[in-house]
């Protein structure tokens, strides 16, 4: 059996996983997000530790003797997030989150103090990512600055607690813009632009080789047995690829969680910071990715969910369902960018907006122009994945979203591209991280990747696509219009 350990930004998630590839059963347990001030968020590690218990309690009732067989774990987790550890490895703050905001003039910053930024890091410096929250953390909160001696990301602050050891894997840390992509290695020169060396990073080994064994005190409490291997793991697009088999060049999914991701796989580094497109290492050795990104995508649904006062998500997708084509078309346009956008703008101060509201408005058609909203966003990442050359005809959908065959049916009719939802496809990263677990232990290989059962398959509607594309301009005009006044 293995173990695959998600954190997520709303939930803790654990897979189970048998030795022949089958998932024996889930569990998860929600995460509080604080927000102090405009453009922040974070989260308190300790809550990540609490989570992981709790969830791990859950699987453990809910399937005993399995449970009891784990052999291997592979973690996974949210990109980007300062943890920050002092001399002992206490936590000196809140952990500062991918959707962060603050850091926007310490771009600037480190832009201009690395000249050769984006072709070692392959990526624009944007605020979501790690280095420059150190700069903005070394600015404004210098004696935490000066205490750091280590610095994790969230995945890899859960495997300080389960092994003891200070290791990431390369598909988290290309996220830190502290990598040189290209080399898997860390950047002695990208460091030193934010006053850092080496030792204060972990060590990097693969997403599929060992990076510790779990305590001898954890695994007496979790009732497992001895060398219970823990796998490098991957950030949770990597280990999503992983869990959907998109492990070969032309392979790809879209993410439809707290964020939208579209992830495609590259056999060699392929960087174009221009488009805001992100180039990663893959959990694979010897793959490399590219990644489009926005911020805010089932985490819209949430929001207006408990905005307009719908019993829950469920109830509000069947008032959708129920609107006729050309109620959809009349729909108010839905800008979803409620904690700033990346790809393909860059902007952390883009603002969520709802055009075109009249008396007859219901609350469906509100409803509607969110999911089509989150669909625009992720045509802006496909149209700037494209500008590398860059071309897909199919596309996985994980996440919590691909729940919703409406969302889905609607994502493949606004990209042009078929859209497949593979069973199991909401636990995407969680059974990524287990089957890296797997192969740590050395009893799988990538070989045993494949792509799960396809459960549903959504091809665009040639009407609908061209419906759909002239609301799309209308879409962009809007953004280009109101951005002077957000």
């Known amino acids: ?168 894997d390369p598909s988290d840390a290309a996220g830190t813009l502290w990598l040189d992509v290209a080399r898997r290695d860390w950047s002695d020169e990208l460091l030193a632009a934010c006053g850092l060396q080496r030792a204060q990073m972990p060590r990097i080994v693969e997403g599929s080789e060992p990076s510790g064994v779990l305590r001898p005190d954890i695994a007496r409490a979790w009732g497992l047995g001895d060398e219970v291997i823990v796998a490098g793991g991957a950030g949770d697009n990597a280990a999503s690829a992983v869990g959907v088999g998109a492990v070969a060049p032309g392979d790809g999914f879209i993410s439809l969680g707290t964020s939208g991701v579209l992830f495609v796989v590259n056999d060699r580094f392929l960087p174009n910071p221009a488009s805001a497109v992100h180039a990663f290492c893959h959990a694979v050795p010897g793959l490399w990715h590219q990644m489009s990104v926005m911020l805010s995508a089932a985490s819209c649904l949430r929001w207006f969910t408990l905005l307009a006062g719908a019993a829950d998500e469920a109830h509000l997708l069947r008032e959708v369902a129920a609107l006729q084509a050309a109620e959809r078309d009349a729909a108010p346009l839905f800008l979803p960018y409620l904690a700033g956008e990346r790809t393909p703008h860059n902007n952390p101060f883009a603002t969520g907006t709802l055009h075109g509201l009249r008396h007859d408005t219901c609350r469906g058609a509100c409803g509607y122009a969110v999911l089509e909203g989150v669909a625009f966003g992720l045509a802006d990442g496909l149209q700037a994945l494209r500008s590398t050359g860059t071309q897909v005809q199919r596309l996985s959908l994980v996440g919590g979203g691909s729940r919703s065959p409406l969302w889905a049916q609607l994502i493949a009719d606004a990209l042009g591209v078929e859209i497949v939802v593979h069973a199991g496809a909401e636990a995407g990263a969680a059974l990524g991280a287990a089957r890296l677990g797997q192969i740590a232990c050395g009893l799988g290989s990538l070989a045993s990747c494949t792509r799960p059962d396809v459960a549903a398959s959504h091809r665009p509607d040639p009407e609908r696509h061209v419906a759909l594309q002239e609301r799309l301009q209308s879409f962009r005009r809007i953004y280009r219009q109101i951005t002077p006044l957000s």
């Open 1 to 168: 059996m293995f173990l695959g350990i998600d954190l997520g930004t709303s939930e803790v998630k654990l897979l189970l996983l048998d030795g022949q590839g089958g998932i024996v059963g889930t569990a998860g347990a929600p995460l509080p997000l604080s927000r102090p001030q405009p453009l922040w968020s974070e989260q308190d590690p300790a809550d990540w530790w609490r989570a992981a218990e709790a969830a791990v309690a859950m699987l453990r009732a809910a399937h005993p003797a399995a449970f009891a067989r784990v052999r291997g774990i592979g973690l996974s987790g949210q990109m980007h997030g300062a943890v920050l550890l002092g001399a002992h490895d206490e936590v000196l703050r809140p952990a500062i989150l991918w959707n962060d905001g603050r850091s926007h003039a310490e771009c600037d910053e480190l832009t201009l103090a690395a000249p050769s930024l984006h072709q070692v890091a392959g990526n624009l410096a944007m605020p979501g990512f790690t280095a420059p929250k150190l700069l903005w953390v070394r600015r404004h909160e210098p004696a935490v600055f000066a205490a750091t001696r280590t610095v994790l990301l969230p995945k890899d602050y859960l495997r300080l607690l389960l092994t003891g050891e200070k290791v990431s």
